[in-house]
C-alpha cells in the first residue's frame, strides 16, 4: 500500500517513518502541510518532531493544516492513520484519538528505551475491514513487550478518569509502558491509544527509529508490518 | 478594534510540573510561605469581533480538556 507521510515545518522523523514504511514493503512518499489532496495514499503517518514549533501547545497549530483536513477524510472513510510522538499529539489536539499530552511529570526532555506492552482493541464497534475481512488491528503482538526508544519532552497523557474508564472498557489503550517504564507521569502508564473503531492510532514512543539492528531493537517493524498487513 | 487579554491556566486538579519547579525553588531564595503555584499562559490580541473570542479560545487558545481561560477586555 502507498503511505502518505505528513511533513509540516517542524517536522523531524518524517524520513525515518517513509524508511520504516518501506522496510516492511509499503511505498511512501511525503506530504506537504498545506496539501489537501493526500494524492490517493491508503493510509498516512503523522510523524514526530515540533510542528510549527510547538507554538502555543504541541499540534495546536498543525491540526489546522490543509493535510490534516485531509487526513481527518480519511480516518473518517476508515483509513489508517499512525501518529507518532508530535503526531499522537496532532492528532489528540484534532479531536481523532481522545486525551492530550502534557509536559513530562519532571520537566525534562527524555531520550532513551522503553519496553511497552501493546493491548488488543476490544470494542463491539465494528471497525474498518480489508477485502479479505481482516479487521485493522495494528499493535495486536499480544504478550509481546516492545522496545522502542522514546524522546520527548510532552509525553504525559492525560484524559479524566471517566473517559480513562471508557477507553479500557473498549480496549482502546494500545500501548502501556511496562511496570517501572512509564517515564512520564502518564496516567494509567498510557503510552498509546486508538479510537473506537481502531483505525486511528497514536503513541508516544518512535517504533519508526527502531527498524534496523544498527539502532539496537527492531520492533518497530511489528508496528509498521501490522499496518501494512491491514492494507494487503 | 477591541483589546482583549486571554489568560490560560491549568485545570484545577491537573499536575503543572512547571508551578510545583517554581514553588520549590521559592524557599531557597528567602521566599516562604508562597504555595499553590500555576503557571499558565497570557495572550494579548486585537479583535473585530469580541463576541467570537470564546470559540477562538475553544478552538485554539485552551485546550478545555487541560486549560481554563479567561477573557478580560482591556
Not at chain 1, 478518569?161 to 498510557?190: C, F, M, T, W
Not at chain 2, 477591541?2 to 491537573?14: D, N
Not at chain 2, 520549590?24 to 469580541?50: Q, T, Y
Request: proline share 7%; with cysteine; hydrophobic share 40%.
Amino acid at each position: 500500500m502507498i503511505w502518505g507521510v505528513l511533513q509540516f515545518p517542524g517536522s523531524c522523523d518524517e524520513r525515518d517513518a517513509l524508511h520504516a514504511c518501506k522496510v516492511v514493503g509499503g511505498e511512501a512518499r511525503l506530504i506537504w502541510h498545506e496539501d489537501r489532496d493526500l494524492g490517493g495514499v491508503g493510509g498516512v503517518v503523522v510523524p514526530g518532531g515540533f510542528s510549527y514549533g510547538d507554538y502555543l501547545r504541541p499540534g495546536a497549530i498543525a491540526r489546522f493544516s490543509p493535510a490534516m483536513e485531509a487526513v481527518a477524510e480519511l480516518a473518517a472513510a476508515g483509513g489508517p492513520v499512525l501518529g507518532i510522538c508530535n503526531g499522537f499529539q496532532v492528532l489528540c489536539e484534532a479531536g481523532l484519538l481522545p486525551g492530550a499530552l502534557l509536559r513530562n511529570e519532571e520537566l525534562r526532555f527524555i531520550c532513551k528505551q522503553a519496553d511497552l506492552i501493546p493491548l488488543p482493541r476490544t470494542s463491539d464497534v465494528d471497525g474498518p475491514k480489508t477485502q479479505a475481512g481482516v479487521e485493522f488491528s495494528a499493535h495486536q503482538h499480544e504478550g509481546a513487550t516492545l522496545s522502542i526508544p522514546i524522546k520527548h519532552g510532552e509525553g504525559r497523557y492525560y484524559a479524566p478518569d471517566d473517559v480513562l474508564d471508557e477507553l479500557e472498557a473498549k480496549g482502546q489503550v494500545a500501548y502501556r509502558y511496562a511496570a517501572g517504564h512509564n517515564p512520564n507521569g502518564s496516567v494509567r502508564d498510557i503510552a498509546g491509544v486508538r479510537n473506537e473503531r481502531g483505525n486511528v492510532v497514536g503513541l508516544m514512543p518512535h517504533p519508526e527509529h527502531a527498524v534496523d539492528p544498527l539502532t539496537g531493537s527492531t520492533d518497530g517493524r511489528k508496528v509498521f508490518e501490522a499496518l501494512e498487513g491491514f492494507a494487503g | 478594534m477591541a483589546r482583549a487579554r486571554v489568560l490560560i491556566r491549568p485545570k484545577e486538579g491537573i499536575l503543572d510540573p512547571q508551578g510545583k519547579a517554581v514553588e520549590r525553588a521559592l524557599p531557597a531564595l528567602g521566599f516562604e510561605g508562597v504555595g499553590h503555584v500555576r503557571v499558565g499562559r497570557m495572550v494579548e490580541l486585537e479583535a473585530e469581533d469580541p463576541e467570537r473570542l470564546a470559540e477562538l479560545c475553544e478552538k485554539l487558545l485552551a485546550n478545555p480538556l487541560i486549560e481554563d481561560y479567561e477573557i478580560q477586555p482591556l
